[in-house]
């Protein structure tokens, strides 16, 4: 019996499926793996994690892997690809494929067929391919000058409307006491100072949705925003590829802002509505973690 992993490596976690040559076995998460993010000893740490737990779940031996595919982003560099599948090859003695994080986002949407997908986690960024094989793309190009409508363009968005709102009316809006409960500070000047030093802003994403839901009229208006960005992701790849305005565009989303905040979902799919061309809109998330399995099945895509 021949055995696949497919793992996608984010930078807020690492998700690994086993499979056979149909069935999936088992899938679990680690800790995050993006290099660019958390630097090669903690993406070592969650990959090598991930991989024995997955197998232990699935009740093989991680000798057993066949294939395993990787997508992580940055991977098309070849510096990082290269400490990706030396770090693999510490635990999988198989053939290991090294991907970016978009074509394993667009082989689980769509398989071989042509489509976009936009992914909102950690970053974000468009993707898609035409019937002839052509691929663009959109945004991706890093948390600081880029990655629009992510949880981490998001969290800092949400900071800056907060600090603008308490500048408005000389009072602390409730969101912005929300978001200095994560940082555990206590003082206004001291959570200005800890913003101003580059945190993790994608850990503001949580209580940004929460406080949209309990009725925040800042964190409603951020998460509307993010989902327009997406749209506009969208818009720029599916004008690149389905210039015929009379051709249905395929899209689909994946990544954690979609999959837990209805009201980005909501204001992508409102926004998708006004494209030149007609969308055909997947309406479940799509886990970009299966589509690495699937490439580790087929040893190419």
């Not at 400490?83 to 667009?106: C, Y």
């Not at 950690?122 to 991706?140: I, K, L, Q, W």
């Not at 409508?149 to 409307?161: F, T």
């Not at 964190?219 to 506009?232: H, N, P, T």
Request: glycine residues 10%.
């Amino acid at each position: 019996m021949a055995y696949y992993l497919g793992i996608d490596g984010g930078g807020s976690k690492t998700t690994c499926a086993v499979g056979d040559e149909t069935l999936l076995l088992a899938t679990v998460v680690a800790g995050p793996s993006n290099i660019t993010r958390v630097g090669e000893s903690r993406a070592r740490e969650s990959l090598l994690e991930s991989i024995r737990n997955s197998c232990a779940a699935a009740g093989i031996d991680v000798r057993q892997v066949q294939r395993a595919c990787v997508g992580a982003a940055g991977a098309g560099r070849q510096e990082v690809a290269s400490t990706i599948r030396k770090i693999t090859a510490e635990a999988v003695l198989g053939e290991i494929i090294v991907v970016g994080d978009m074509p394993i986002a667009l082989e689980a949407a769509f398989g071989a067929a042509s489509g976009v997908i936009v992914i909102a986690g950690t970053g974000s960024f468009a993707y898609g391919r035409d019937s002839h094989g052509n691929t663009a793309r959109a945004g991706g190009w890093g948390f600081a000058i880029s990655d629009e409508g992510s949880a981490h363009w998001i969290g800092l968005k949400a900071v800056r409307e907060a600090l603008r709102a308490a500048d408005e009316d000389a009072t602390m809006p409730p969101l912005l006491g929300r978001l200095m409960q994560v940082r555990q500070e206590r003082s206004f000047d001291t959570f200005v100072r800890a913003a101003n030093s580059n945190p993790d802003f994608a850990a503001f994403f949580p209580p940004v949705v929460s406080a949209a839901e309990a009725g925040d009229p800042i964190a409603r208006e951020v998460l509307i925003d993010a989902g327009k960005e997406l749209a506009d992701l969208a818009a720029i790849v599916a004008v690149k590829l389905f210039p015929d305005h009379g051709e249905v565009v395929p899209l689909a989303m994946a990544g954690g802002v979609f999959r837990h905040a209805q009201l980005v979902r909501e204001s992508f799919y409102n926004e998708v509505r006004n494209l030149p061309q007609p969308v055909e809109l997947k309406t479940e998330i799509v886990e970009p973690v299966h589509g690495a399995l699937q490439i580790a099945r087929l040893g190419h895509r």
